[in-house]
């Protein structure tokens, strides 16, 4: 994926084929729309495929899940049925990787989003994911953390057990090999 944020022909095709199939495939996931509209909001929205392309890139699966009448947006989120594994063993943002002395990870889950143009799902987003499926039953995902959690050293992730989502807490400097980060896009 070239770093100007400019995708090749052949990669956008590419995307965009990926993304009609995984689209017709889950219909559940969004009832009542039409691909067709979708792509062509995709075609005339550069910098958005490029985010696209790294979600897809780095594991992701995005796919359509729901759509705003007011802005005439389609919201796009991960929706691999694990936390993305090109994502994973990065701990929460900047301060956090900045503040280990020793073994720091490679990433921050909210430094690799940002390069991505895309934002860390909420708690609130993160549920609504799942009702869509089951998300997250092996691994955890980083959520965008609340200020107040923030300022005191943590930060929130949730996964999936025993059929219910939780959300929990750890220190933002943390990372493990099943933790990494799921996020959504506005096209």
Partial sequence: MSQNKMLTTEEKEGL?????????????RHPNLV???????????????????????????????SFNEETKEYLFMDCSAETPTGRRSVCYDQEALDS????????SAQGMAESMGVKLLTEEEYFSLQTLGDFDTKTSSWLDTPADIRKKGGAIFGDKRFGRTFIYHNGAD?????????????V
């Fill in 35 to 65: 691909w067709e509209n979708i792509a062509e909001r995709l075609k005339h929205s550069t910098p958005k495929l490029f985010s696209l392309y790294a979600m897809e890139s780095t594991g992701g699966e995005p796919d359509v899940v």
């Fill in 174 to 186: 943390s990372y493990y090999a099943v933790r990494g980060f799921r996020c959504y896009l506005w």
């Fill in 16 to 28: 965009l084929e990926i993304l009609e199939s995984r689209f017709l495939k889950n219909m559940n």
């Fill in 100 to 107: 280990r002395k020793a073994n720091k990870p490679h990433n």
